[in-house]
């Protein structure tokens, strides 16, 4: 029934399309093209399987010649949709085809709409994916005047779709073995190169080189988008036989590459040369499992490889050959993702891989910036010859020239502005390297940590001091971001980089360099962190206490530093640094707790949760006194100071701006009823904030945390009655006996029953029911009921809702509860802002009547605590339940009602507001006046 009503509103849709001057709204249009693009959607799909949807777009084109333009694009889009079926291709085309080429045939007309152009090229993408779409391109020449968009101004993204476009016809083609239309199609591609006589011509002015380049690079950019189309040249094919054999374009390529001096154009001319060669050597040997090559299948690649980078040399230009090693690896990356195949077997040593290859050139600069202003003697550091040696082990003679020659050419350029782009360049090889690529980038940036390192391997300072001009320090920024990445994402593992041992020790060096960068710092702290988290082993915890003085007992120094920086980015990282600190010494390093006690970290953190402008930093803040509060000797040190803390966290929940403080102080209150000793008056006016927190607060993360809180309330009630791991052991000791008790079934009910008896007095029965009601958003409602129905299954299992009566004055249904619900208005939001204009007037005339500039550092720091030794009124909540709910209505709420299906109604209900069929309601009304209706009403 539904279905036949969304065809109804389609034809309406037609109809007011095929009015005159009608105008659609470019929104809706767009939500429409996106909901009948959902194949997933049973309505999209139904209507996809009608012949409906083909005959209006036919009988609607008949209409087009007059209409306005986005009535035109809809179409278009729609048609592109509706061609990816053959069947609806076929009828459309057969009465509109004529209509359709003319439009093709203009779309490099001037005065076409860029959003008509964009629309037709939506059509070719899906034209071509099946065969009758692909003769009918071939029948009317279509793509060629597609081909020609790329010689117009358009826009970027129409030239890429014209590429790919081109890309998927040839390999449509290839599937076919129409090996005559892809001759024709590579004829009329390659014309603009060939007609050039490259070989005569022995230099280019600047400006017959640019004409020369906006010609070609239409042609270059389809053959590489053609040969790079993932998992294509990998086994022979006609297109690459026709492309390399017959047409022999790699002479071409090399001819042109020669003659043309722009790097940006001679870059792509090698990248479509390096797949082409790699083309030629599946076409005789296609890649399939268990197949290995000989040095002689790589060897023209190989070669090319070298004389590209000496030719670069000779150009003097180190950024072209990054650039191309970058690309060569990212090449290989693609080719051989999640395989190890050795791709060059070598008789005398163990294989060399051509997917390294490239990568080693590509690191030299690193390794020119190790000793980069050095003596000659650096040369034989053993620890950088060790790794040299390696590199060059895996590498063949080929690679090991390359290397030499970029070496010297780094060296006799600008050293640092080489490097800097090295290093720049190797951030986006960061999703291009497998796990030992990986390892061995790794090892070079630490030689480049070392050598930064103010210190040397004994701890004494260095004697040779250098310069740090901003461009090295950009350098050494750009390297710790790579580290930070490679740790993070990557596996390195001491077994293959036992730099990795030492990466803290070099890190927490380097931080004490003056005018470092803020960004420099915050990564080394990140890495810093990661280095404590994974990579220090338990049993070093053992060998902390015997050597004071060393890097690692400098850690709770470093951080209070840090955490006083100026900068928020530094303080929030440092922050987080704590917390990792705070999290393992519980357990994992317990030495790490005479450090947060000797610097008093934790107390620092707790002055920032309460005081710093950056919410972030208040948030990482807060999570380090959560952590803290595990562990008692650092908790007792930070109560010591701050004795009122509960108050203060509080205070945050209930007053602070921020979303994200607040539930973080909501978690923290959790921690700490988990695991420190309240006092029974404060325990109670928490369960007050934690129920208006969880039922008023428009943060639906704060309502999440508090409900967690809840839940860690039941818990507590279930462990002190007895319970373990979920279930009640056979005997127990009874703290009211002080006897050991028998757990039988009755034993069990009178201490579940007596549990919920005092979760209703505390409010939590009360923030169950509340939220399970209707008007409860979906999110919130099923957080609450997967915390409500993990207690009443408990209850189910031994027979309690059963046993449960409602007694005299019981609340019995949730609409009464709501009733007894009432807003507190706190009187403190009365008086804040009188207390802090008087403040504020008082520190303003202090500081016109100081005779003594130095006195201003006093005033500050009065300023500064009197928000602390004001006295607030109590803090109340924002509401004041009168009658709390009873576990009577708690259980046979959740009993006799069905939240499953309500939450799921609510999905489908909320699922439906962004309907196909809605999203027809909205473009068919919305022109429509209702004088009665009210203008802001949305429905």
């Given at each position: 029934?539904?279905?036949?009503?969304?065809?109804?509103?389609?034809?309406?849709?037609?109809?007011?399309?095929?009015?005159?001057?009608?105008?659609?709204?470019?929104?809706?249009?767009?939500?429409?093209?996106?909901?009948?693009?959902?194949?997933?959607?049973?309505?999209?799909?139904?209507?996809?399987?009608?012949?409906?949807?083909?005959?209006?777009?036919?009988?609607?084109?008949?209409?087009?010649?007059?209409?306005?333009?986005?009535?035109?694009?809809?179409?278009?889009?729609?048609?592109?949709?509706?061609?990816?079926?053959?069947?609806?291709?076929?009828?459309?085309?057969?009465?509109?085809?004529?209509?359709?080429?003319?439009?093709?045939?203009?779309?490099?007309?001037?005065?076409?709409?860029?959003?008509?152009?964009?629309?037709?090229?939506?059509?070719?993408?899906?034209?071509?994916?099946?065969?009758?779409?692909?003769?009918?391109?071939?029948?009317?020449?279509?793509?060629?005047?597609?081909?020609?968009?790329?010689?117009?101004?358009?826009?970027?993204?129409?030239?890429?779709?014209?590429?790919?476009?081109?890309?998927?016809?040839?390999?449509?083609?290839?599937?076919?073995?129409?090996?005559?239309?892809?001759?024709?199609?590579?004829?009329?591609?390659?014309?603009?190169?060939?007609?050039?006589?490259?070989?005569?011509?022995?230099?280019?002015?600047?400006?017959?080189?640019?004409?020369?380049?906006?010609?070609?690079?239409?042609?270059?950019?389809?053959?590489?988008?053609?040969?790079?189309?993932?998992?294509?040249?990998?086994?022979?094919?006609?297109?690459?036989?026709?492309?390399?054999?017959?047409?022999?374009?790699?002479?071409?390529?090399?001819?042109?590459?020669?003659?043309?001096?722009?790097?940006?154009?001679?870059?792509?001319?090698?990248?479509?040369?390096?797949?082409?060669?790699?083309?030629?050597?599946?076409?005789?040997?296609?890649?399939?499992?268990?197949?290995?090559?000989?040095?002689?299948?790589?060897?023209?690649?190989?070669?090319?490889?070298?004389?590209?980078?000496?030719?670069?040399?000779?150009?003097?230009?180190?950024?072209?050959?990054?650039?191309?090693?970058?690309?060569?690896?990212?090449?290989?990356?693609?080719?051989?993702?999640?395989?190890?195949?050795?791709?060059?077997?070598?008789?005398?040593?163990?294989?060399?891989?051509?997917?390294?290859?490239?990568?080693?050139?590509?690191?030299?600069?690193?390794?020119?910036?190790?000793?980069?202003?050095?003596?000659?003697?650096?040369?034989?550091?053993?620890?950088?010859?060790?790794?040299?040696?390696?590199?060059?082990?895996?590498?063949?003679?080929?690679?090991?020239?390359?290397?030499?020659?970029?070496?010297?050419?780094?060296?006799?350029?600008?050293?640092?502005?080489?490097?800097?782009?090295?290093?720049?360049?190797?951030?986006?090889?960061?999703?291009?390297?497998?796990?030992?690529?990986?390892?061995?980038?790794?090892?070079?940036?630490?030689?480049?940590?070392?050598?930064?390192?103010?210190?040397?391997?004994?701890?004494?300072?260095?004697?040779?001091?250098?310069?740090?001009?901003?461009?090295?320090?950009?350098?050494?920024?750009?390297?710790?971001?790579?580290?930070?990445?490679?740790?993070?994402?990557?596996?390195?593992?001491?077994?293959?980089?036992?730099?990795?041992?030492?990466?803290?020790?070099?890190?927490?060096?380097?931080?004490?360099?003056?005018?470092?960068?803020?960004?420099?710092?915050?990564?080394?702290?990140?890495?810093?962190?990661?280095?404590?988290?994974?990579?220090?082993?338990?049993?070093?915890?053992?060998?902390?206490?015997?050597?004071?003085?060393?890097?690692?007992?400098?850690?709770?120094?470093?951080?209070?530093?840090?955490?006083?920086?100026?900068?928020?980015?530094?303080?929030?990282?440092?922050?987080?640094?704590?917390?990792?600190?705070?999290?393992?010494?519980?357990?994992?390093?317990?030495?790490?707790?005479?450090?947060?006690?000797?610097?008093?970290?934790?107390?620092?953190?707790?002055?920032?949760?309460?005081?710093?402008?950056?919410?972030?930093?208040?948030?990482?803040?807060?999570?380090?006194?959560?952590?803290?509060?595990?562990?008692?000797?650092?908790?007792?040190?930070?109560?010591?100071?701050?004795?009122?803390?509960?108050?203060?966290?509080?205070?945050?929940?209930?007053?602070?701006?921020?979303?994200?403080?607040?539930?973080?102080?909501?978690?923290?209150?959790?921690?700490?009823?988990?695991?420190?000793?309240?006092?029974?008056?404060?325990?109670?006016?928490?369960?007050?904030?934690?129920?208006?927190?969880?039922?008023?607060?428009?943060?639906?993360?704060?309502?999440?945390?508090?409900?967690?809180?809840?839940?860690?309330?039941?818990?507590?009630?279930?462990?002190?009655?007895?319970?373990?791991?979920?279930?009640?052991?056979?005997?127990?000791?009874?703290?009211?006996?002080?006897?050991?008790?028998?757990?039988?079934e009755a034993e069990i009910q009178r201490r579940l029953i007596k549990i919920l008896e005092e979760l209703s007095a505390i409010g939590c029965l009360t923030v169950f029911v509340t939220l399970l009601h209707d008007q409860t958003e979906v999110g919130i409602m099923e957080a609450t009921?997967?915390?409500?129905?993990?207690?009443?299954?408990?209850?189910?299992?031994?027979?309690?809702?059963?046993?449960?009566?409602?007694?005299?004055?019981?609340?019995?249904?949730?609409?009464?509860?709501?009733?007894?619900?009432?807003?507190?208005?706190?009187?403190?939001?009365?008086?804040?802002?009188?207390?802090?204009?008087?403040?504020?007037?008082?520190?303003?005339?202090?500081?016109?009547?100081?005779?003594?500039?130095?006195?201003?550092?006093?005033?500050?720091?009065?300023?500064?605590?009197?928000?602390?030794?004001?006295?607030?009124?109590?803090?109340?909540?924002?509401?004041?339940?009168?009658?709390?709910?009873?576990?009577?209505?708690?259980?046979?709420?959740?009993?006799?009602?069905?939240?499953?299906?309500?939450?799921?109604?609510?999905?489908?209900?909320?699922?439906?507001?962004?309907?196909?069929?809605?999203?027809?309601?909205?473009?068919?009304?919305?022109?429509?006046?209702?004088?009665?209706?009210?203008?802001?009403?949305?429905?």
């Amino acid at each position: 029934m539904e279905c036949v009503k969304i065809q109804n509103k389609i034809k309406l849709l037609f109809e007011k399309l095929t009015e005159p001057n009608y105008v659609l709204d470019s929104y809706y249009a767009d939500g429409l093209i996106t909901k009948l693009s959902n194949c997933s959607d049973p309505e999209v799909s139904f209507l996809k399987r009608v012949p409906l949807i083909s005959d209006l777009i036919t009988e609607a084109l008949d209409h087009t010649d007059n209409a306005h333009n986005t009535v035109k694009v809809f179409l278009m889009r729609v048609l592109a949709i509706a061609s990816q079926k053959e069947l609806h291709f076929a009828k459309m085309f057969a009465k509109q085809g004529d209509r359709i080429r003319k439009g093709f045939q203009e779309i490099c007309a001037p005065n076409m709409n860029p959003s008509i152009r964009v629309a037709y090229m939506e059509a070719a993408l899906n034209i071509v994916t099946h065969n009758s779409g692909v003769s009918w391109l071939l029948e009317t020449g279509v793509w060629r005047d597609i081909i020609s968009l790329c010689n117009e101004k358009s826009t970027v993204f129409l030239v890429r779709q014209v590429y790919k476009f081109m890309a998927e016809f040839l390999w449509k083609l290839n599937s076919l073995g129409d090996a005559n239309n892809i001759r024709t199609i590579i004829s009329h591609l390659i014309q603009p190169i060939s007609k050039y006589d490259f070989i005569n011509v022995q230099s280019l002015t600047s400006e017959e080189e640019e004409e020369i380049c906006i010609v070609i690079e239409p042609t270059i950019q389809i053959l590489l988008h053609t040969a790079s189309m993932e998992r294509r040249i990998e086994n022979a094919s006609v297109l690459m036989h026709i492309l390399i054999k017959e047409f022999k374009i790699n002479s071409y390529l090399l001819i042109a590459c020669e003659r043309i001096r722009k790097d940006d154009m001679t870059l792509n001319i090698l990248k479509l040369v390096v797949w082409l060669t790699l083309a030629k050597v599946f076409l005789t040997k296609p890649m399939a499992p268990g197949v290995l090559y000989s040095s002689e299948d790589f060897l023209e690649i190989a070669a090319f490889n070298f004389n590209v980078i000496q030719n670069f040399v000779q150009r003097r230009s180190a950024t072209a050959i990054l650039d191309f090693c970058s690309t060569c690896n990212i090449i290989w990356n693609g080719m051989y993702k999640d395989k190890e195949s050795e791709m060059w077997l070598q008789e005398d040593k163990k294989g060399v891989k051509m997917r390294n290859q490239m990568l080693f050139v590509f690191l030299v600069p690193v390794l020119v910036f190790v000793t980069y202003g050095k003596p000659q003697s650096a040369l034989t550091d053993a620890r950088i010859h060790d790794y040299i040696e390696r590199l060059l082990n895996m590498s063949c003679e080929y690679t090991a020239k390359a290397a030499y020659a970029l070496r010297d050419l780094t060296s006799e350029l600008d050293t640092l502005s080489v490097v800097l782009q090295c290093v720049k360049k190797l951030i986006h090889l960061k999703d291009h390297l497998n796990d030992e690529q990986a390892n061995l980038v790794f090892q070079a940036l630490f030689h480049v940590l070392q050598e930064y390192n103010p210190t040397d391997m004994y701890g004494d300072p260095k004697t040779e001091h250098f310069e740090d001009g901003e461009q090295k320090n950009l350098v050494m920024t750009y390297v710790m971001d790579n580290v930070l990445s490679l740790v993070t994402h990557r596996n390195i593992n001491w077994h293959e980089s036992v730099e990795i041992m030492c990466l803290y020790n070099v890190v927490i060096n380097n931080l004490e360099r003056p005018n470092l960068s803020c960004k420099f710092v915050v990564v080394s702290l990140k890495v810093i962190g990661l280095t404590v988290k994974k990579f220090l082993q338990p049993n070093l915890s053992l060998l902390m206490d015997s050597k004071p003085g060393g890097s690692i007992h400098d850690l709770g120094k470093l951080i209070y530093m840090k955490m006083h920086d100026r900068h928020w980015e530094i303080r929030d990282t440092a922050l987080e640094l704590l917390q990792i600190c705070t999290e393992i010494a519980y357990i994992k390093f317990p030495p790490f707790q005479k450090q947060l006690l000797e610097n008093n970290v934790i107390n620092v953190a707790a002055t920032i949760a309460f005081n710093d402008y950056e919410s972030y930093v208040q948030v990482s803040a807060l999570k380090c006194v959560g952590a803290a509060s595990r562990i008692n000797v650092v908790w007792d040190q930070l109560i010591a100071e701050y004795p009122d803390i509960q108050d203060r966290l509080l205070y945050i929940l209930r007053h602070n701006e921020e979303g994200i403080v607040r539930k973080e102080a909501c978690n923290v209150l959790c921690d700490l009823y988990q695991n420190t000793k309240l006092t029974p008056a404060f325990t109670q006016t928490l369960y007050e904030h934690m129920v208006s927190s969880a039922l008023t607060d428009f943060h639906w993360e704060v309502q999440i945390s508090a409900l967690k809180f809840w839940r860690a309330v039941y818990h507590s009630l279930l462990t002190g009655q007895g319970m373990l791991d979920g279930n009640f052991p056979p005997v127990t000791f009874s703290r009211e006996t002080r006897k050991i008790v028998t757990l039988n079934e009755a034993e069990i009910q009178r201490r579940l029953i007596k549990i919920l008896e005092e979760l209703s007095a505390i409010g939590c029965l009360t923030v169950f029911v509340t939220l399970l009601h209707d008007q409860t958003e979906v999110g919130i409602m099923e957080a609450t009921l997967n915390i409500a129905q993990e207690l009443y299954d408990i209850l189910k299992r031994h027979n309690v809702p059963d046993n449960i009566t409602p007694k005299e004055g019981d609340i019995t249904t949730v609409d009464q509860l709501l009733t007894h619900i009432k807003e507190e208005k706190d009187q403190t939001d009365d008086n804040v802002d009188m207390i802090d204009a008087q403040s504020s007037e008082n520190v303003i005339e202090e500081i016109l009547n100081a005779d003594d500039v130095n006195l201003l550092a006093s005033i500050y720091e009065r300023h500064m605590t009197l928000q602390s030794t004001k006295t607030e009124p109590p803090l109340r909540p924002k509401i004041r339940v009168v009658k709390f709910a009873s576990p009577y209505l708690f259980t046979t709420y959740i009993k006799n009602t069905d939240f499953k299906q309500i939450i799921e109604d609510k999905r489908v209900w909320n699922d439906g507001i962004r309907s196909l069929s809605s999203l027809l309601d909205d473009v068919l009304c919305l022109y429509e006046v209702n004088e009665d209706a009210n203008a802001l009403d949305c429905y």
